[in-house]
């Protein structure tokens, strides 16, 4: 009997320090949050990276299809006297249509706000913005003509996430420097989170390390931005 106590003492022991173990184990982990924010990660750029799929191809099905000369990323219906924006500051008219639309549209897509850095703005703003006329050019060479690319952005990502994405993307987790050019001469839109349209004028130019992929703005360290290439020209 006392060597079935004695041996029912030893295990609860071992099981204590088991526990104790595992314990420090969590606790030098961060309380499993380590963990779980890696994973998390994961999940919400591969989130991400379906919306982008989706969205590239939506706008060149509508091309194809609607025979379009320019879409809008709002939920305008088809029309054959749209505002076409040429890069340079100009505009002329002709066939466009909503990515949104809603006869032939998409539904609404955000990028998880749990890849959005707080360095700058809102988390109202963190959502996809679409360039219709802008140049890219990678490490100063033309990516296709000089004529205009259309691009799909996010700005103000977490580092964490672009290096993901790049590594996913490129096979490394190295995020290349941007910088803007050309003045303000690309009309650029975006569905805000409130459900609002906000378009405004950016550069003609981006002059890209990696497309698609995270780069980093050159004049403001720290900033991490997606591009992404609809369609190029």
């Known amino acids: 009997m006392k060597k ?3 041996n029912a003492l030893f295990l609860i022991l071992i099981a204590v320090a088991l526990f104790a173990a595992l314990s420090y184990a969590v606790t030098q982990s961060g309380g499993g949050g380590g963990t779980i924010d890696k994973e998390q990660n994961i999940i919400k750029t591969a989130l991400l990276m379906d919306q982008v799929s989706l969205i590239k191809n939506h706008i060149q099905r509508l091309y194809i299809l609607n025979e379009v000369d320019q879409v809008r990323f709002d939920s305008s219906a ?3 006297a749209g505002t076409v924006y040429i890069n340079g500051g100009g505009s002329t008219t ?3 249509v909503g ?3 809603a006869t032939d549209g998409i539904s609404e897509l955000y990028p998880p706000i749990e890849l959005w850095s707080t360095i700058t703005g809102t988390s109202n703003i963190f959502v996809w913005n679409y360039i219709s006329n802008t140049q ?4 100063g060479s033309e990516l296709g003509t000089s004529a205009d690319d259309e691009i799909l952005n996010l700005i103000v990502m977490t580092k964490d996430a672009c290096e993901l994405i790049n ?3 490129t096979g490394s987790i190295v995020i290349p420097t941007y910088s803007q050019a050309g003045g303000l001469a690309s009309y650029a839109e975006r569905l805000q ?3 609002t349209i906000f378009t405004w004028n950016t550069f003609s130019v981006f002059n890209l390390g990696v497309i698609p992929g995270c780069n980093e703005l050159i004049t403001a360290p720290g900033r991490y931005d997606y591009f992404d290439i609809v369609k190029q020209n």
């Open 99 to 101: 990515v949104f639309d």
């Open 136 to 139: 890219v050019t990678i490490s």
């Open 94 to 96: 002709g066939r466009t």
């Open 193 to 195: 989170r409130d459900g």
């Open 4 to 6: 079935e106590q004695g």
């Open 78 to 80: 088809y029309n054959t």
């Open 167 to 169: 590594k996913n993307l």
